[in-house]
């Protein structure tokens, strides 16, 4: 089902209590975009699947009884529905932070929705490129534009993803005001969160390499990464040309955008940097976010010692 046609299925009363909640998210807790799209569609499909599941669609009556067979009840549907451990343990999440605000407003008992166990999944590592990949990728990527402003510009992209820990988004979220880039530079990151980054010299000369040779005007609202035709660069043309450049250099598909912010904070875990100094870099709200890269230093250590150890 869709967002929509899962709104259908539910109440006036819980549409107007869901609308309430998602603006109290972005309000005051300055959730992302993003994040409440996928908070409108888990909780939308929850109470769909509710009314449904106990033959009232009046009112709040759906949510206010809501039992731990009936929590066990939704879980086995979603999962019959192919959704995966790790997908919807972030919808029980985001059910849950809507019922602590329903029951704070409307005295609902939230007991059996908040004890409701999430499935286990294993979590992902981050995949990082080797640091000679890493450099490879922005040296290839410069070598195969048509056009020298486009390599300049593609060049400056993953120089600030590797060079600073950017997100994609952070990256081509920059406008003219940013132009030249000074030695810290102020992100707006997920939420709304802001935090400082350090700028190599090599990133601040990249970026002004570009502006000089970038065919378009760039004025302070302006946002600095162009396309051909002048639009505000799109992720999607990035990874295009790491696309391109992974299979001429042979590297995995794991080879993205996003694997040259995991490559800045697992080179800089190697070369001696902490937890709380990478966590405050990257803008991760949690420390537990951050110390997945232990494991992957962990595991790269390993296969050195392993291929190296004359009794491996």
């Known amino acids: 089902m869709s967002q ?36 409108a569609t888990d909780v939308a499909r929850f109470t ?32 019959s529905r192919g959704v995966s451990s790790r997908s919807l343990a972030r919808a029980l999440c985001a059910v849950k932070t809507f019922f602590r605000w329903l029951a704070e407003r409307h005295a609902l008992e939230p007991t059996a929705v908040l004890l409701a166990r999430a499935p286990k ?18 040296k290839t990527v410069e070598v195969q534009a048509q056009e020298d402003w486009i390599a300049a510009r593609d060049v400056a992209v993953l120089t600030l ?36 980054v350090p700028v190599l010299p090599v990133a601040r000369a990249a970026l002004t390499r570009y502006a000089e040779l970038c065919p378009f005007h760039i004025g302070a609202k302006d946002p600095i990464f162009r396309g051909k035709r002048g639009g505000a660069l ?6 295009k040309s790491m696309r391109i450049a992974r299979m001429q250099l042979g590297l995995p598909a794991s080879a993205t955008p996003h694997a040259m912010r995991h490559s800045f904070a697992t080179h800089l875990l190697s070369a001696g940097g902490d937890l709380r100094t990478i966590q405050e870099l990257l803008g991760h709200a949690s420390l ?6 232990t494991a992957v230093d962990t595991a790269r250590l390993m296969d050195v010692y392993n291929a190296a150890h004359p009794k491996a």
């Open 121 to 138: 999944f294993e979590h992902k590592l981050p995949r990082p490129l080797a640091e000679d990949a890493a450099h490879a990728m922005i």
């Open 288 to 293: 537990s976010t951050t110390q997945s890269y």
């Open 161 to 196: 993803l590797y060079g600073c820990g950017l997100r994609i988004s952070e990256a081509l979220g920059l406008t003219g005001a940013d132009h030249p880039l000074p030695e810290v530079l102020r992100i707006t990151g997920k939420g709304g969160k802001q935090r400082l």
């Open 48 to 79: 769909a699947f509710m009314a449904e599941h106990s033959g009232d669609r009046q009112g709040l009556a759906p949510l206010a009884a809501i039992s731990t067979r009936d929590m066990r009840a939704w879980m086995a549907h979603e999962r």
């Open 4 to 39: 929509r046609s899962d709104l259908t299925l539910i109440s006036p009363a819980i549409r107007d209590v869901l609308r309430h909640w998602l603006s109290h998210e972005r309000a005051l807790k300055s959730a992302a975009d993003n994040t409440l799209i996928a908070y």
């Open 234 to 239: 799109g992720p999607g043309l990035v990874q």
